[in-house]
């Protein structure tokens, strides 16, 4: 059932499929599940080659019982805004997560940063946030010193004067942004080590053919991103 949750013979396939060297889609294709699904199931129970079908099913179960330990008794999740479905939003999240995680995201990071973006806010306090991942508030803190040096969040004080978090519209473009100054970055480095090598030698050719293609990469995306820029302002309906 692609809607439910995943049984100890379908995590055998899984592991079946990744001995294979079958890609995640080709796997969620077989088990008629979300490339998503199989994907976070992977990444968050030891990766493509560390995954064991009997030891996530485990682990699995062992997070639903502490969940169902964790909520006490005669308590209800509280109801989602405009009539979504509270379990299909949590997946969504966690799916979300496991995305940035494989960009290169820390772990704490990408789970404030989904967090921030499945909000219909866009803000969250520190303890809205602590609250909704259930961390401790120092890990919070953490995280959110490594968005803001990242330029993907802001801090702004409300009328109450507590610090909220902010994702902004241009979140992605300031990310987009930041990576080509990386790969900006390397490609200098490599360019630099023409000389070190000796103009000519094989080394050398290999460090500026390097240099070259990340040159044209990072113009590209940085022109790119600069003439898509106003999607991410683009209102509802708005073609």
Same mark, same amino acid.
């Given at each position: 059932m692609p809607g439910g949750r995943l049984t100890q013979q379908e995590r055998q396939q899984i592991a079946l499929g990744l001995a294979d060297g079958l890609a995640y889609a080709e796997i969620a294709r077989r088990l008629d599940r979300p490339t998503s699904t199989v994907t976070r199931e992977v990444m968050r129970n030891g990766g493509p080659t560390a995954y064991r079908a009997d030891l996530a099913h485990r682990a699995t179960e062992r997070r639903a019982h502490r969940r169902r330990q964790a909520t006490p008794r005669g308590t209800e999740a509280p109801p989602q805004a405009h009539g979504r479905d509270a379990e299909a939003v949590r997946e969504y999240e966690e799916a979300f997560t496991t995305v940035l995680m494989q960009s290169g995201t820390p772990k704490m990071m990408a789970r404030v940063l989904a967090c921030l973006c499945i909000s219909d806010t866009g803000s969250l306090t520190a303890s809205e946030l602590v609250q909704r991942l259930q961390v401790s508030?120092? %890990?919070?803190?953490?995280a959110v010193a490594?968005?803001?040096?990242?330029?993907?969040v802001r801090r702004e004080r409300d009328e109450r004067r507590r610090d909220r978090y902010v994702v902004d519209d241009d979140v992605w473009y300031q990310s987009m942004m930041a990576s080509v100054r990386g790969t900006?970055?390397?490609a200098e480095t490599a360019r630099r080590g023409v000389g070190v090598l000796g103009q000519g030698t094989p080394a050398a050719?290999?460090?500026?053919?390097i240099a070259r293609f990340l040159d044209y990469v990072?113009? %590209?995306?940085?022109r790119a991103a600069d003439q898509a820029r106003e999607v991410l302002h683009t209102k509802p309906g708005t073609p």
């Open positions: 508030p120092a %890990s919070i803190s953490k490594f968005l803001e040096s990242q330029g993907l900006a970055h390397v050719v290999r460090l500026e053919n990072s113009e %590209s995306i940085a």
